[in-house]
C-alpha cells in the first residue's frame, strides 16, 4: 500500500512530461495522453512490438534511473526491468505483449502504457443491418469482423479502455428551425470496438452505413472500410406546432396567461412537419385528455380550425410508418374557450378628444353572434353591427348628432349558449357640434 501511495504521489507532482522514444521505423509510434487521474504520462500505440526497443533519456549521465514494468496488478506490484545504458539514455527491449513501465529519475516516476497493435488487429469482411433486432430508436448491424477492445491498465490497476474510434458513416435527416423543415445530413458515430452487432441511432431516411476505422490504422495509412447494403428505414419524426390567429380588439377580453384559446370564436392553425417514413397521420380532437372519444379527425399535415364552444378541446397529433410498429404522438394542445361576458357603456363623448372614450363599444368575451341596432328618441336607426369588436363613433350619414340620449337594443349569443338580449340608454356628452338640428327622419 505504502509504495503503491508513493508511486500515485510521484506521478501526479511532476512538472514536466518525460518522452519514450522507440527503434520502431516501419510505423510511427502513436502516443496518446490520458486522463490525468490514470497517473499515466502517456499510452503508446505501437505497430508490432517484435525487435522494437524503448528509450529513456535521463537528465544527466549519472541520474539514478530505474525501469520497473506491471500488467493488470498496477504499479504496486511492478517488476524491475534490465536495461543498456550509454550515457543518459537508458534502453529496454519490449516483449510481445501490453504492458505498463514506470521509470524512476533521482526518486521521481515517470509512468506509460505501450499497446502491442498487433495483439488486437482489426478486419472486416462485411456488413448488413438486422432488421429483427432493429427498432425505432436504435438500427443494429452485423459485422463479419473483428476488432477486440484494447484494455490498459493505470497506474492502480484500474482498467480502462483505449478508444479504437471506429466510424460509423450514414445519412439522416436533421430539423432546421430556420426553414421549418427536414434537411439531409450525414452523421457519424463512433465506435470504442467492435462486436458481433453495433447499433446507432436509426436513421430518418434511405441509406447505408459505411463502417471504417479504426483511427491507429488511419495514421498508419491503412485505413479499413465495410458498406452495408441500402437500408430502407422505418424510424419516424414529427414537428408540430399551433399558432392563434391575433385580434387587436381593445374592448375584447381576450384571457390573460392563455397561450391558445381565450375569447370565441378563436381560430387556430395546426402544422405537422414529417420524415420520410410516416405512412399513417391524423390531427384529432376530444374534450377528454386520454382521447377517450375522438370527436374530430383529419388526414392533413395542417388545419384551421375556429373553435365557438365554451370549455376545453385537446388536440394532437398521432403518426406512424407502414408497418405500423414505429408510432409518434406530438405533445397535447389544450384550447380553453372562457365563459361569455357582455357589457355595455352608457355614454361617451366623441369629438373631444381622440382616441379616448369617442366610441361606443361592448366590452366583450366569447361572443359567437351578435346584433346590435342603435336608434334617436324618433325610432331612426342610427348605426348597426353584427361585430363585437365594432363601436359607434356617433355619426349617422357621415354628420355627427347632437349630444343626447339614444338607445341600443342587442342581441348575442356566447360560446357557453347564453343568450344576451340588451336594451338601455346611450348618452352623448360634450360634443362639440352638439348644436346640430335633430335627426327625425
Not at 452487432?197 to 491503412?222: A, H, M, N, Y
Request: proline residues 4%; aromatic residues 10%; charged residues 20%.
Amino acid at each position: 500500500m505504502y509504495r503503491l501511495l508513493t508511486i500515485i504521489l510521484l506521478a501526479t507532482s511532476i512538472g514536466a512530461h518525460a518522452e519514450l522514444i522507440f527503434n520502431n521505423s516501419a510505423h510511427h509510434t502513436i502516443d496518446i495522453r490520458p486522463e490525468a487521474s490514470t497517473g499515466l504520462e502517456k499510452i503508446y500505440v505501437i505497430y508490432n512490438n517484435t525487435g522494437t526497443t524503448a528509450t529513456y533519456t535521463a537528465s544527466s549521465a549519472t541520474a539514478a534511473v530505474e525501469w520497473t514494468r506491471y500488467s493488470q496488478m498496477g504499479g504496486a506490484y511492478g517488476e524491475t526491468v534490465p536495461f543498456h545504458r550509454e550515457g543518459n539514455r537508458c534502453t529496454i527491449t519490449l516483449g510481445p505483449d501490453d504492458m505498463g513501465y514506470i521509470v524512476t529519475e533521482n526518486g521521481r516516476s515517470h509512468c506509460y502504457w505501450v499497446v502491442n497493435y498487433s495483439n488486437h488487429t482489426m478486419d472486416l469482411h462485411s456488413a448488413a443491418v438486422s432488421t429483427d433486432e432493429s427498432d425505432c430508436a436504435m438500427t443494429a448491424i452485423d459485422i463479419d469482423g473483428s476488432a477486440p477492445r484494447i484494455t490498459y491498465y493505470t497506474i492502480n490497476g484500474v482498467p480502462r479502455e483505449l478508444s479504437r474510434d471506429i466510424t460509423v458513416n450514414y445519412n439522416t435527416l436533421s430539423w432546421n428551425e430556420d426553414s421549418q423543415s427536414y434537411t439531409h445530413i450525414s452523421t457519424t458515430e463512433y465506435i470504442s470496438s467492435l462486436v458481433t452487432t453495433i447499433r446507432v441511432p436509426s436513421p430518418l431516411c434511405d441509406t447505408d452505413f459505411e463502417i471504417s476505422g479504426d483511427r491507429f490504422l488511419k495514421d498508419w495509412s491503412q485505413e479499413m472500410s465495410i458498406t452495408t447494403p441500402c437500408y430502407n428505414t422505418t424510424a419516424i419524426d414529427v414537428h408540430t406546432k399551433a399558432e392563434k390567429e391575433q385580434r387587436d380588439n381593445d374592448n375584447e377580453i381576450s384571457g390573460d396567461g392563455i397561450q391558445l384559446g381565450g375569447s370565441a370564436p378563436v381560430e387556430i392553425t395546426f402544422s405537422a412537419v414529417t420524415s420520410d417514413a410516416v405512412a399513417y397521420k391524423e390531427w384529432q380532437m376530444s374534450a377528454s385528455p386520454e382521447f377517450d372519444i375522438i370527436d374530430l379527425r383529419f388526414n392533413q399535415d395542417e388545419i384551421t380550425h375556429t373553435f365557438r364552444d365554451y370549455g376545453t378541446t385537446y388536440v394532437r397529433f398521432v403518426s406512424a410508418n407502414a408497418a405500423g410498429d414505429c408510432d409518434w404522438t406530438s405533445e397535447t394542445y389544450q384550447v380553453s374557450i372562457g365563459e361569455s361576458k357582455l357589457e355595455c357603456p352608457n355614454a361617451f363623448s366623441p369629438g373631444t378628444s381622440d382616441g379616448i372614450n369617442d366610441e361606443w363599444r361592448v366590452s366583450y368575451r366569447s361572443i359567437v353572434t351578435f346584433e346590435c341596432h342603435i336608434f334617436n328618441q324618433w325610432g331612426i336607426e342610427l348605426f348597426s353591427t353584427t361585430n363585437p369588436s365594432q363601436g359607434w363613433d356617433g355619426r349617422h350619414g357621415g354628420r355627427p348628432v347632437p349630444a343626447g340620449v339614444y338607445y341600443y337594443v342587442i342581441k348575442a349569443r356566447g360560446a357557453d349558449g347564453k343568450n344576451y338580449s340588451l336594451a338601455g340608454d346611450i348618452n352623448i356628452i360634450n360634443f362639440k357640434q352638439g348644436t346640430n338640428r335633430p335627426i327625425t327622419e
